[in-house]
């Protein structure tokens, strides 16, 4: 297999871009201020739709460049119609996702090329939680990860940049410690 | 605005199904212990896709209706190609969308028929943490719900609902509370 290894464009991160953005934002700290939306609309059932497109970062409000839009739903065994994941198997993605790009990014900083990343993420839940039946949690009461690398360096660097990825992963955080949510209604 | 209010279906939830459901899981408190999944794999650079099909739940292995699929990655701002929303941005989409499945639900529970359900989920975050330029935190510092609710009763019925949907959600609970996370990698 040949990898592509120029120092610009390693794992496909632009590594020249990556460290001039840690430049920028080091003189100006306030750059890295972002705010993340979901727009969520109900379509019956259990089932919703949210939309994802505006953000605010780098001192502006901006858009990706489209709009994305995912369907969450139970399935019938939890009494919805499997338009979609469950709401607790998307926060799965969001983990296997973030620490997979921390992966790439990290690697490529470190001049390590990945030629494979794969995981399978697992959340072990009582739904007798959710179904208000007996005194466990409503959210999972395990998280596992398992990471399948393979790249041109030892064993060793490999597992340290998972480890790396781990430490400066936000979904990781969000997941392991918590953050504080506060929950406003209008009645129409 | 004529809405379905027979008892069997009241907001698209099947609550006889709902109701045999907790009954059965009251007589067989085993059938709630569930394991979700997501097997994600990298593309390049920030970009991963996630697959979610496969998981188990009442005693046994289960597939979803379809083989849902998401990519995450980066927008250019933040060194990616924006081929999917970031991974905390899927975190607010799952929030959203377990706060308004529950909401459908107990709102059917109680004799409530929903007419509206909006939400919009903002996450506020300092990319310092993940940039590794600052002592704060990776992940959002603040996570804030704004729901639009309408439906055929009163306010502080409306406001009720919502709060007890707070109080089974799984998401709301894993981003509040935090889970345990391990992470284990096999070199290939």
């Known amino acids: 297999m040949t990898m592509t290894t120029d120092t610009g464009h390693r794992n496909g991160v632009d590594t020249a871009t990556l460290f001039a953005t840690l430049d920028a934002v080091k003189a100006m700290p306030a750059a890295?201020?972002?705010q993340f939306?979901?727009?969520?609309?109900?379509?019956t059932g259990t089932h919703s739709r949210t939309t994802i497109s505006d953000y605010f970062g780098v001192?502006?409000?901006?858009?990706?460049?489209?709009v994305f839009t995912f369907d969450a739903d139970h399935p019938a065994?939890?009494?919805?119609?499997?338009?979609?994941?469950t709401p607790v198997e998307f926060v799965l993605h969001a983990l296997?996702?973030?620490?997979?790009?921390?992966?790439?990014?990290?690697?490529?900083?470190?001049g390590v090329t990945l030629t494979e990343v794969r995981s399978t993420v697992t959340g072990d839940i009582d739904l007798n939680g959710i179904l208000g039946l007996q005194p466990v949690r409503n959210g999972y009461q395990q998280v596992s990860v398992r990471f399948?690398?393979?790249?041109?360096?030892?064993?060793?660097v490999l597992r340290s940049i998972?480890?790396?990825?781990?430490?400066?992963?936000?979904?990781?955080?969000?997941i392991t410690n918590g953050v504080p949510v506060d929950i406003e209604v209008e009645v129409a």
């Open 162 to 174: 998972v480890e790396q990825s781990r430490q400066r992963s936000a979904v990781y955080d969000v």
């Open 37 to 43: 939306r979901a727009h969520n609309e109900w379509q």
């Open 77 to 85: 065994v939890l009494v919805g119609r499997d338009n979609g994941p």
């Open 148 to 156: 399948v690398v393979a790249g041109d360096a030892s064993e060793d």
């Open 96 to 110: 296997a996702a973030c620490l997979t790009a921390g992966l790439a990014n990290i690697a490529a900083a470190r």
């Open 32 to 34: 890295a201020q972002f």
């Open 59 to 66: 001192g502006e409000e901006r858009e990706h460049e489209h």
